[in-house]
C-alpha cells in the first residue's frame, strides 16, 4: 500500500505548482503540462517492464524545462499497469474469504455465454484457484440479522492457513454484507496482523448480486499489490500524484492502490474527457469517439449528457460492477502486426509490436505492421514521428511489407504488389475499427449520421476519413494535439468519488425522506474525503442517480431524476432504451448512486476569431496512394494553420503527436479553436 502520508503544499508552494498529465501507452508515453498559459506536450517511448521509468524521465524533463523542483509537480496519470496485469494474468497470489457454500462463485459465474454456438468454448480461469477459496460459517439474513455468528476459533485457524499458503492479497466476500458488514468487519480485524493487502467487498462494492460482487473485489486484491509497488515507485520523487480512473475522474494514489479495480480503464477514460472538451468548444454535442494507438483502438458514443456509463463491464472476460465508461476496445493500432494465416487470409492484430521492438519502420524489427503499411504508402508525408525527432527507417518498412506481399501472393495464386499488400493491411485494419464503430452506434439504436466522429491517438487521423465514410458520419473533428488528447483529458478531469448504496424499494409515496437520508450520508462521506483533498464546498459538487427496474427484472437503468414521479422518468428511459415501456408494473429502486466531483481548476481553451477566409499554403506535395490511386497530396504543417483557412484535398496534416489524412472529396476548415473540421462527401 502506498503510503497515506504525503507532504502537503503550503499556499504560496500551490501557487508555483506545475500540473502534469500522463498517458502511459503501448508505444508512447505522452505528457502534458501548462507553462505561460499554454499547453505543451512531448512523447517519450513507453517502458512496458517498468512503465514508471518512462514517467521518471518525462517528470524530470518537465521540470528542466520549468524550473521547478520535482516536489512542487503534481501529476495526474491514466495508467494501463492494472489492464496488462489482467490481461496478461500476472496480478498477486490472492485468496478468496466467503460465506460457506459459496466458495465456487468465482467458477460458476453465470449462465450466460460469451460463445452461444461454440460446444468447445473457454472460459477463462478464476482469478483464485480453488485451494485459495474459503469458506466460512456465517450467515446474514437479506434483512441485515445475524442467523449464525461467526466462530473465532475457524477464523483463527483460517489465519493460519493463510499465512502457510503465503498469500499475498485477500478478498473478502460475504453474502448480504452489503446490509450489515459487521462479518466482514471482525474477519478484516482477524486478519490484518499478516500485514498484507486486503479488499473487502462492503468497502468497495456495497451491491447485491454476490457472482459480479465477488468477480470485482477479487480482481481488486488480485492487483493491489502490483499497482501499490507501482503507485509507491512514482511518489518516491513526485509526491503530489492522482490517478484516474474509469469512470472519467481522477483519485488519490493512496486511494487507486486501494482500490486499482476503479483505475481498469483509466486511459481510455481520458480520452473520452479530452474528447468531450475538445466538442464542447467545438459546439458538438453529440460526438463517436475514436482513439486509435500503438496497441489498441478504444471507442465510445457521447450524447448531450455526456458518455454512457455502466455498472455491466467486462474486462479479460470478467465482470467488473464499479462505474466504468462504456468504452469498447479492439486490438487494432499502429503497431498491430499484419499476417497471412492458416487459411491463406491477411489477419491485423490483435497482436503488437508495441514499442519494443515496434513496427518494422522503427529500426529494430521486420514486422509488417499497420504503421508500416502507411510509411510505405506515403502517408507521413516524409515528416516522421514527433516533428521529425523520430526519423522512420522507409526501406525496412518497404522490406518487411515486401515478405508479407509474397507470402499473400502464395496463398492468393496471384501476384501482389508491395502496394497492394499495405492496402490490404489498412482495409482488415479500417474493416476491424468499423465493426467496434457499428457496435457501440448502430447496434445500440444510433444513427451514426446524427454524429460527428473525433478521433485522437497517435493514428486516429489516419484512418477516421475512410471510417466515416463507412457508416456515413457527416463530419469528422480533429483537435489540435490529437495524438496527446487522452493526456490533456486526463489533466483536465475533476477528482471524483463514487458510492452506491443497495435499498430494494418499491416507488410509491413516503420514500422521499428514505431516499434522501440515504444520499446525504453518502454525501458526507463523501464531502469529508474531498475536504481531505483539498476541496472546499464550494469547489464540491454531488450528482445522485437511482438504479431503477421493474420488479422482476434481472438488470436495472440508472435514472437521473430522484425526487417526484421516478417512475414516469423511468418508463421514459425504459422505452428510449428497448422501445417500450411497462406503466402498469410496479418500479423498484434497487440502489442509489452517488458521483462526487471535487472541481479542478479548468484548462484554457484558447480561440481566435476568423478575420477572413483564405487557403492554406502547403509546405510541399508529395506522392501518396489514397483511395486506391496515386496521388499528389499538398503536406501542411499543423503549426501554421490558422483559424478560417481551408485546406485542399487530397492532403496530409503533419504535427509533433499525429498524422492526418485527407483523402480526396472532403472539405476541410479551421474552426476558431484550432481543431480542423472535415465535411465528409
Not at 47 to 52: E, F, I, L, V, Y
Not at 219 to 243: C, F, H, K, S, W
Not at 373 to 390: I, P
Amino acid at each position: 500500500m502506498v503510503n497515506k502520508t504525503r507532504r502537503q503544499l503550503s499556499p504560496t508552494s500551490r501557487a508555483r505548482a506545475v500540473r502534469v498529465g500522463v498517458d502511459t501507452g503501448g508505444t508512447f508515453t505522452d505528457f502534458v503540462y501548462e507553462a505561460g498559459g499554454d499547453l505543451k506536450v512531448f512523447k517519450l517511448p513507453s517502458t512496458p517492464a517498468d512503465p514508471s521509468l518512462a514517467i521518471r524521465q518525462g517528470i524530470e524533463q518537465v521540470a528542466a524545462n520549468t524550473g521547478t523542483a520535482l516536489e512542487f509537480i503534481e501529476i495526474v496519470h491514466g495508467t494501463t499497469v492494472g489492464t496488462n496485469a489482467l490481461l496478461q494474468r500476472r496480478g498477486a497470489r490472492t485468496a478468496l474469504i466467503t460465506t460457506k457454500g459459496f466458495e465456487d462463485v468465482l467458477a460458476i459465474g453465470r449462465q450466460a455465454r460469451p460463445e452461444l454456438y461454440n460446444l468447445n468454448a473457454v472460459r477463462p480461469p478464476a482469478l483464485v484457484p480453488e485451494d485459495l477459496r474459503f469458506g466460512v460459517r456465517e450467515r446474514i439474513s437479506a434483512n441485515g440479522d445475524v442467523l449464525e455468528p461467526l466462530d473465532e476459533e475457524e477464523l483463527s485457524k483460517l489465519v493460519q492457513r493463510l499465512k502457510k499458503q503465503k498469500v499475498e492479497s485477500i478478498a473478502i466476500c460475504l453474502l448480504f454484507s452489503f446490509v450489515n458488514p459487521d462479518h466482514e468487519q471482525q474477519i478484516g480485524r482477524a486478519v490484518s496482523d499478516l500485514n498484507i493487502p486486503i479488499s473487502i467487498s462492503h468497502v468497495i462494492l456495497p451491491e447485491y448480486r454476490e457472482f459480479e460482487r465477488t468477480s470485482t473485489v477479487a480482481i481488486n486484491a488480485y492487483l493491489q499489490p502490483l499497482m501499490g509497488n507501482y503507485l509507491r515507485r512514482l511518489e518516491q520523487d513526485t509526491p503530489r500524484l492522482r490517478v484516474m480512473q474509469s469512470s472519467g475522474g481522477s483519485i488519490s494514489a493512496h486511494v487507486a492502490a486501494a482500490e486499482p479495480v476503479r483505475t481498469i480503464l483509466s486511459g481510455p477514460a481520458g480520452g473520452v474527457v479530452g474528447a468531450l472538451r475538445t466538442a464542447g468548444a467545438a459546439g458538438f454535442e453529440k460526438i463517436i469517439t475514436f482513439d486509435m494507438g500503438g496497441t489498441s483502438t478504444d471507442v465510445a458514443l457521447c450524447e448531450r449528457d455526456g458518455v454512457r456509463m455502466t455498472n455491466e463491464a467486462m474486462v479479460a472476460g470478467l465482470p467488473v460492477a464499479v462505474p466504468v465508461m462504456d468504452i469498447h476496445t479492439v486490438g487494432a493500432g499502429g503497431g498491430s502486426i499484419a499476417r497471412v494465416d492458416e487459411g491463406g487470409s491477411l489477419r491485423v492484430g490483435p497482436e503488437s509490436a508495441g514499442s519494443d521492438p515496434g513496427p518494422a519502420c522503427y529500426g529494430r524489427s521486420l514486422l509488417p505492421t499497420v504503421t508500416d503499411a502507411h510509411v510505405v504508402l506515403g502517408h507521413f508525408g516524409g515528416a516522421g514521428l514527433l516533428g521529425g525527432e523520430f526519423v522512420l527507417d522507409e526501406a525496412r518498412a518497404h522490406k518487411a511489407i515486401a515478405v508479407l506481399a509474397a507470402q499473400m501472393t502464395k496463398a492468393a495464386r496471384r501476384k501482389l504488389n508491395v502496394i497492394e499488400a499495405a492496402q490490404g493491411i489498412l482495409s482488415v485494419a479500417n474493416t476491424n475499427m468499423e465493426r467496434a464503430l457499428r457496435r457501440i452506434s448502430v447496434e445500440r439504436g444510433f444513427d451514426p449520421r446524427d454524429f460527428a466522429l473525433l478521433p485522437f491517438g497517435g493514428a486516429g487521423g489516419l484512418h477516421a476519413v475512410e471510417l466515416a465514410r463507412a457508416l456515413r458520419i457527416p463530419r469528422v473533428i480533429l483537435p489540435n494535439s490529437a495524438g496527446a488528447l487522452s493526456a490533456i483529458g486526463v489533466l483536465a478531469a475533476d477528482v471524483v468519488r463514487n458510492q452506491s448504496r443497495t435499498l430494494m424499494l418499491d416507488v410509491a409515496a413516503g420514500i422521499d425522506k428514505k431516499l434522501d437520508k440515504a444520499f446525504r450520508e453518502m454525501e458526507g462521506t463523501a464531502a469529508a474525503v474531498l475536504r481531505r483533498e483539498g476541496f472546499p464546498a464550494a469547489k464540491q459538487r454531488h450528482e445522485r442517480s437511482l438504479a431503477l427496474r421493474y420488479k422482476g427484472q434481472s438488470f436495472e437503468l440508472e435514472v437521473k431524476r430522484t425526487t417526484g414521479n421516478i417512475a414516469a422518468h423511468f418508463h421514459r428511459a425504459h422505452r428510449e432504451r428497448y422501445g417500450y415501456a411497462q406503466p402498469e408494473n410496479i418500479v423498484e429502486i434497487v440502489s442509489a448512486r452517488l458521483r462526487s466531483l471535487g472541481i479542478v481548476e479548468k484548462l484554457a481553451m484558447k480561440k481566435s476569431d476568423v478575420s477572413r477566409k483564405q487557403s492554406a499554403k502547403p509546405a510541399k506535395h508529395m506522392a501518396a496512394h489514397i483511395d486506391g490511386r496515386k496521388l499528389s497530396a499538398a503536406v501542411y504543417e499543423r503549426d501554421l494553420l490558422r483559424p478560417g483557412m481551408k485546406l485542399r484535398a487530397p492532403g496530409i496534416v503533419t504535427e509533433y503527436s499525429s498524422t492526418t489524412l485527407i483523402p480526396p472529396g472532403t472539405r476541410v476548415e479551421v474552426d476558431t479553436s484550432g481543431n480542423l473540421i472535415i465535411q465528409v462527401t
